[in-house]
């Protein structure tokens, strides 16, 4: 079935680029997306790509798709302690609307 | 933009009482709406689709009976999660697919501690 991995936790300094990486095994992934969940809250979507798309720049935000390897990434310019929190990435197929979603990273935002 | 509401946002119930969780689609109408289950540090798993007026689809593994899902409206579907015990507390997400924007709007979560 569909799997999607991410790494734990990820630990930065104020100010550095924080990169999140995502890996999943459904080829027919259509959508990829990244969610931010804060402690005791919801998910907010941060941004998502086209698997017919390489990059998606969105202000402090760019995601990168290798759709040949199955690797997502998601990297946050100059960092800040309010960007501490849970990332999870997720895929959806073309013709559903089930989300499968990763297992999250931890991002951990050191002053 | 589009909001998804969740009530209660949290819920203290003793083991073996039924707790009804709401999700509310507060500026769209949402034929198709999702219920997920997130247990602490881990992901959320989906456990059903509620489509609008029909009955629920059901993820594997995910006790029909034990977690009711009714989606009587546009905007409106309920989980009730019957005969809870301890290992039912959990984190529940729901999403509502705003079929406009094909986009999917995620709640704010409701938080069930089964004592």
Same mark, same amino acid.
């Given at each position: 079935?569909?799997?999607?991995?991410?790494?734990?936790?990820?630990?930065?300094?104020?100010?550095?680029?924080?990169?999140?990486?995502?890996?999943?095994?459904?080829?027919?992934?259509?959508?990829?997306?990244?969610?931010?969940?804060?402690?005791?809250?919801?998910?907010?979507?941060?941004?998502?790509?086209?698997?017919?798309?390489?990059?998606?720049?969105?202000?402090?935000?760019?995601?990168?798709?290798?759709?040949?390897?199955?690797?997502?990434?998601?990297?946050?310019?100059?960092?800040?302690?309010?960007?501490?929190?849970?990332?999870?990435?997720?895929?959806?197929?073309?013709?559903?609307?089930?989300?499968?979603?990763?297992?999250?990273?931890?991002?951990?935002?050191?002053? | 933009?589009?909001?998804?509401?969740?009530?209660?946002?949290?819920?203290?119930?003793?083991?073996?009482?039924?707790?009804?969780?709401?999700?509310? @689609? /507060?500026?769209?109408? *949402? %034929?198709?709406?999702?219920?997920?289950?997130?247990?602490?540090? &881990? @992901? /959320?798993?989906?456990? *059903? %689709?509620?489509?609008?007026?029909?009955?629920?689809?059901?993820? &594997?593994?995910?006790?029909?009976?034990?977690?009711?899902?009714?989606?009587?409206?546009?905007?409106?579907?309920?989980?009730?999660?019957?005969?809870?015990?301890?290992?039912?507390?959990?984190?529940?997400?729901?999403?509502?697919?705003?079929?406009?924007?094909?986009?999917?709007?995620?709640?704010?979560?409701?938080?069930?501690?089964?004592?």
């Amino acid at each position: 079935g569909e799997d999607v991995e991410q790494s734990l936790f990820l630990s930065v300094r104020e100010g550095d680029s924080s990169v999140i990486n995502c890996t999943y095994t459904d080829s027919s992934s259509t959508y990829l997306y990244w969610y931010k969940q804060e402690p005791g809250a919801g998910l907010q979507l941060l941004t998502y790509i086209f698997s017919n798309m390489d990059m998606k720049q969105d202000q402090r935000l760019t995601v990168l798709l290798n759709k040949k390897d199955k690797h997502l990434s998601l990297r946050i310019a100059d960092t800040q302690t309010g960007d501490s929190a849970i990332y999870f990435c997720a895929e959806r197929s073309s013709g559903t609307y089930k989300y499968i979603f990763g297992t999250g990273t931890r991002l951990k935002v050191l002053a | 933009g589009a909001v998804v509401s969740q009530h209660p946002s949290w819920v203290i119930c003793k083991s073996g009482t039924s707790v009804k969780i709401e999700c509310r @689609s /507060l500026d769209f109408q *949402a %034929t198709t709406m999702f219920w997920y289950r997130q247990f602490p540090k &881990q @992901s /959320l798993m989906l456990m *059903a %689709t509620s489509n609008e007026g029909s009955k629920a689809t059901y993820e &594997q593994g995910v006790e029909k009976d034990k977690f009711l899902i009714n989606h009587a409206s546009l905007t409106l579907s309920t989980l009730t999660v019957t005969s809870a015990h301890p290992e039912d507390s959990s984190f529940y997400i729901c999403s509502a697919r705003d079929h406009r924007a094909d986009t999917q709007y995620f709640g704010p979560g409701t938080r069930l501690t089964v004592l």
